[in-house]
């Protein structure tokens, strides 16, 4: 299981004090509001910077950090990555999990089939698609829905669904 997840990516210094802009790789962009510790990633080294002010704006997060004061401070950090740990994540309900702690499962069909392997998860408008790649090397596309996904059994690594008709080529 991952113990860190990315919660956006740095695009822009904001103003002159040492804000920036980030755009947010989470489902909930409020969650920032309540961030007080990230971790930043620039490629060579591994940061943990303090958020001191956090605010919503355009659908970006406009976050302050104890450890810049000025535009200067913030402006190589364009492109680099914002990570939460495990005990910083946001608390799932039941039933919910990280699409990182889903990726590498097993998918079987309620016939007891072997499909794959949760490659990759799609997500859209309407619900989230999964990826399984196949053992002959194919891609079986599954909607991440009640009546597809029966069962998820993290301690087993297995995911359990239903072949709704139509839904193989």
């Known amino acids: 299981m991952e113990d ?3 919660v956006g990516v740095i695009s822009s210094p904001h103003g002159v004090a040492g804000e920036v802009k980030v755009y947010p790789t989470t489902d909930d962009i409020r969650r920032f509001k309540d961030l007080r510790q990230v971790i930043l990633d620039d490629g060579k080294a591994e940061r943990e ?7 919503i704006s355009k659908q970006m997060a406009i976050l302050k950090f104890e450890e810049f004061t000025n535009r200067d401070e913030v402006e190589p950090l364009r492109g680099k990555s914002l990570y ?17 702690d889903l990726i590498g499962l097993r998918v079987v069909s309620t016939d007891g089939e072997e499909l794959g392997t949760l490659q990759d998860v799609m997500l859209t408008g309407a619900n989230d698609v999964y990826v399984i790649a196949s053992p002959d090397g194919e891609e079986l596309l599954l909607p991440a829905i009640r009546d597809c996904i029966r069962g998820i059994d993290m301690e087993q690594g297995v995911i359990t669904v239903y072949l709704m ?5």
């Open 4 to 6: 860190r997840f990315q």
């Open 49 to 55: 910077l303090t958020v001191v002010q956090a605010r």
């Open 84 to 100: 939460v740990t495990r005990e910083n994540a946001v608390k799932l309900d039941k039933g919910e999990y990280f699409i990182a």
């Open 165 to 169: 008709p139509g839904l193989r080529s």
